[in-house]
């Protein structure tokens, strides 16, 4: 009988949960910046749609709904308290590559419903009907938690309305499925389709120092900003994020790919570092350093968000690392 050589498992980019730390910074930062720009509505925050001054205790939960837009994207309405998003997502993103765009809008949330106004992209106004009593553990998406996490399926009424930027997707729905997830210790996605695929094995082996590298760029400016990243370890792992408002509005949109190690070339001496990105990535960049330490960030690579809309990802505006990578 032949023998089948198991394959050697080498990490490949940082835990998931930096990156979801990162996109929950971002949000908390959208959302203090658009604070106070939806009126809520008072009978989702009291049981029985108890009027004002009679509204039971505030119960911190999470209300998420999926549901199918236009031209092959999926969407993901999740609330906590008072920031509602609406996480949209290509159906063909992979295991290796995906983008996504995810709204940020103030509103109100409860175990009875999402109330969100999001101004020129549509509404969130449904109330939540439990049709079974609360199950033990999270939906197949989340993770982390504690040992009392429960899910309460169900389903929402009302209206979601929703239309992207020159309605490179839309979706409309006044009833839907979906689920109360409580206590929300949890960690869900913001986008449909599960956890971010960059996630390195914990107990996977690390290979030489000398040959793990970064490169950062980021262009911050004010409240919005645009971050490019490029690890290589055992493979190189991309992403690329754009944050900033649209009026009241929060916007998140990122890119991520995995590639082979070739796809981040550098040298030594650490002089330069040259990344050749795939899809959603289009094009190519060079992070040189000059004889007197002066940097260089020059290239046609660019980020393809949701919609076909490319965003350049090089310039002098950038400011930019390159260095080793340490564990």
Same mark, same amino acid.
């Given at each position: 009988?032949?023998?089948?050589?198991? *394959?050697?498992?080498?990490?490949?980019?940082?835990?998931?949960?930096?990156?979801?730390?990162?996109?929950?910074?971002?949000?908390?930062?959208?959302?203090?910046?658009?604070?106070?720009?939806?009126?809520?509505?008072?009978?989702?925050?009291?049981?029985?749609?108890?009027?004002?001054?009679?509204?039971?205790?505030?119960?911190?939960?999470?209300?998420?709904?999926?549901? %199918?837009?236009?031209?092959?994207?999926?969407?993901?309405?999740?609330?906590?308290?008072?920031?509602?998003?609406?996480?949209?997502?290509?159906?063909?993103?992979?295991?290796?590559?995906?983008?996504?765009?995810?709204?940020?809008?103030?509103?109100?949330?409860?175990?009875?419903?999402?109330?969100?106004?999001?101004?020129?992209?549509?509404?969130?106004? %449904?109330?939540?009907?439990?049709?079974?009593?609360?199950?033990?553990?999270?939906?197949?998406?989340?993770?982390?938690?504690?040992?009392?996490?429960?899910? %309460?399926?169900?389903?929402?009424?009302?209206?979601?309305?929703?239309?992207?930027? $020159?309605?490179?997707?839309?979706?409309?729905?006044?009833?839907?499925?979906?689920?109360?997830?409580?206590?929300?210790?949890?960690?869900?996605?913001?986008?449909?389709? $599960?956890?971010?695929?960059?996630?390195?094995?914990?107990?996977?082996?690390?290979?030489?120092?000398?040959?793990?590298?970064?490169?950062?760029?980021?262009?911050?400016?004010?409240?919005? $900003?645009?971050?490019? %990243?490029?690890?290589?370890?055992?493979?190189?792992?991309?992403?690329?994020?754009?944050?900033?408002?649209?009026?009241?509005?929060?916007?998140?949109?990122?890119?991520?790919?995995?590639?082979?190690?070739? *796809?981040?070339?550098?040298?030594?001496?650490?002089?330069?570092?040259?990344?050749?990105?795939?899809?959603?990535?289009? $094009?190519?960049?060079?992070?040189?350093?000059?004889?007197?330490?002066?940097?260089?960030?020059?290239?046609?690579?660019?980020?393809?968000?949701?919609?076909?809309?490319?965003?350049?990802?090089?310039?002098?505006?950038?400011?930019?690392?390159?260095?080793?990578?340490?564990?």
């Amino acid at each position: 009988m032949r023998r089948v050589r198991q *394959a050697r498992r080498v990490r490949t980019y940082p835990r998931y949960a930096r990156i979801s730390a990162n996109a929950l910074a971002v949000l908390v930062a959208l959302a203090t910046a658009i604070g106070g720009g939806a009126v809520a509505s008072a009978a989702l925050a009291a049981p029985g749609g108890a009027s004002a001054g009679r509204a039971g205790p505030k119960v911190e939960v999470e209300p998420r709904l999926q549901l %199918v837009g236009t031209h092959g994207y999926r969407l993901l309405v999740s609330a906590r308290a008072a920031t509602v998003t609406i996480g949209v997502a290509p159906g063909g993103n992979t295991a290796h590559a995906g983008s996504s765009t995810t709204y940020v809008a103030r509103g109100t949330s409860g175990p009875h419903g999402i109330h969100a106004n999001f101004r020129r992209f549509g509404r969130v106004d %449904v109330r939540f009907h439990p049709t079974a009593a609360a199950v033990r553990g999270l939906p197949p998406d989340c993770f982390g938690g504690t040992t009392g996490a429960a899910t %309460v399926p169900g389903y929402f009424t009302g209206t979601v309305d929703f239309h992207g930027q $020159g309605d490179y997707t839309t979706a409309r729905a006044t009833r839907v499925r979906g689920e109360v997830v409580l206590p929300p210790t949890e960690q869900c996605p913001l986008v449909a389709g $599960g956890a971010n695929p960059l996630v390195e094995d914990p107990s996977a082996e690390l290979p030489p120092a000398n040959t793990r590298m970064s490169l950062w760029a980021l262009d911050k400016d004010g409240t919005g $900003g645009l971050l490019f %990243v490029a690890r290589r370890e055992g493979k190189t792992g991309f992403y690329a994020e754009r944050f900033g408002t649209v009026g009241r509005i929060g916007l998140l949109s990122y890119d991520y790919a995995l590639a082979p190690r070739s *796809a981040f070339a550098s040298d030594p001496e650490v002089s330069f570092g040259t990344v050749h990105p795939p899809k959603p990535f289009v $094009g190519s960049a060079t992070l040189r350093r000059g004889p007197h330490g002066k940097r260089s960030w020059t290239g046609t690579l660019a980020a393809t968000f949701p919609g076909g809309e490319t965003v350049p990802l090089t310039g002098t505006r950038f400011h930019t690392t390159l260095s080793r990578s340490f564990p």
